[in-house]
């Protein structure tokens, strides 16, 4: 097979880890495999990256509202023109509907990949209507959980398959501390790290996250929250920290790439699965809390469904509310009682092992393709 896989995401980047998992646990296991993404500005045009050929789009920005995803689906379709491929698989943007048009469908199958339901307000329910819209253009289709399939397309509605989120194992694994980085952060041996990675968008309410820190560092003096990400609301964050007088126990990183996330990971004691408790985040499976507990971290997660997919209260974490008393109070348990600490740990990689990348593509992904070009179109 010959796979082309899109995605408005960096590769590999942060924010789209399944973009670059599936290509190169697909490359790996002797698919010709090519990838187009957007590029930054010192990255190369074209690059074989792990056994992928990657093709990069300069782009000035992957923003919400950003033009340049014109320009993206132009060029885009310019490089699957010029190149054979039996399918493309898209991992859903906004604008990607038009894609197959422009770069025809005569010799490929079209596979539109939902990873999430609309986020971000105002008018959820009109972004997904244009969801289903752009998503009727394609042979087939894939979600990831039945609640992005019920609230996008319909309860119970037919699609190809529902294809989890899953981790790097040989990526995310339990590892001693980097000390370079405890060095550059000031930590000690003796600090109970709290580590946070994702996203630093306002809809994400890392604010609450924040002020539930406050509560631990009232009583905890050992306490350090460590905060990996980029986002438009870093600034507004890193004022919160100074306005709660927690600068010195907070640490904000930054963007970070994906190749070197385990190693923030390892300086942490517990990580952070935070997620607001609200109807278009509910039904989202995480990715970093699977990574998390593939590192053998003990998680503690905000109760959402996409949260109980990976976390099992009480036996590799803790689930609680999104209010900041409340992540507040089970920080502090977390801290207090290490026995517990270390029994959450010691079940956290086992926990995960079925969500393992190479195993999903293998087992799920693949035959998903090769139903899509044995099928045809697909009947939703």
């Not at 924040?210 to 929250?225: D, I, N, P």
């Not at 278009?280 to 109760?303: C, D, I, R, S, W």
Request: glycine share 8%; net charge positive; aromatic share 10%.
């Amino acid at each position: 097979m010959r796979i082309c896989h899109v995605g408005f995401n960096f590769f590999p980047g942060r924010g789209l880890t399944i973009f670059y998992e599936f290509a190169l646990n697909q490359a790996r296991q002797g698919i010709k495999v090519t990838a187009i993404a957007p590029g930054r500005p010192d990255e190369p045009a074209f690059q074989i990256v792990d056994g992928i050929r990657v093709h990069r789009i300069a782009l000035s920005s992957i923003g919400r509202f950003s033009l340049d995803r014109i320009r993206f689906l132009i060029r885009a379709s310019q490089i699957i023109r010029s190149e054979a491929f039996d399918l493309i698989h898209v991992y859903a943007f906004a604008g990607a509907g038009p894609l197959p048009l422009l770069a025809g469908r005569r010799r490929s199958k079209w596979l539109y990949d939902c990873q999430s339901s609309a986020i971000k307000p105002p008018f959820l329910r009109l972004q997904n209507w244009l969801i289903r819209v752009e998503a009727s253009l394609f042979d087939a289709v894939t979600v990831l959980s039945e609640g992005i399939r019920d609230i996008v397309f319909g309860e119970g509605r037919s699609i190809q398959a529902i294809v989890p989120l899953g981790a790097n194992l040989d990526h995310f694994m339990p590892r001693s501390p980097d000390p370079a980085l405890m060095s550059r952060f000031g930590f000690s041996g003796t600090d109970c790290i709290f580590a946070y990675c994702g996203t630093l968008d306002h809809n994400r309410r890392i604010d609450k996250l924040l002020a539930a820190f406050s509560v631990v560092a009232r009583s905890e003096e050992t306490a350090k929250l460590l905060i990996v990400g980029d986002g438009s609301e870093l600034e507004a964050l890193k004022n919160q920290a100074r306005a709660l007088g927690l600068q010195d126990r907070i640490t904000f990183t930054g963007f970070v790439p994906y190749t070197d996330i385990p190693a923030y990971l390892s300086i942490a004691r517990i990580a952070l699965a935070f997620v607001p408790m609200e109807p278009h985040f509910e039904h989202q499976p995480p990715t970093k809390t699977v990574e998390y507990l593939a590192q053998g971290l003990p998680v503690l997660a905000t109760n959402t469904a996409g949260n109980r997919v990976f976390v099992q209260h009480e036996f590799n974490g803790l689930l609680c509310e999104d209010r900041a008393e409340s992540v507040g109070l089970s920080m502090l348990e977390l801290i207090r009682d290490t026995g517990k600490r270390t029994r959450l740990a010691a079940n956290a990689r086992d926990s995960v092992r079925a969500y393992d990348w190479s195993e999903i593509v293998r087992t799920q992904v693949v035959p998903v393709y090769r139903n899509v070009l044995r099928e045809g179109r697909f009947a939703r």
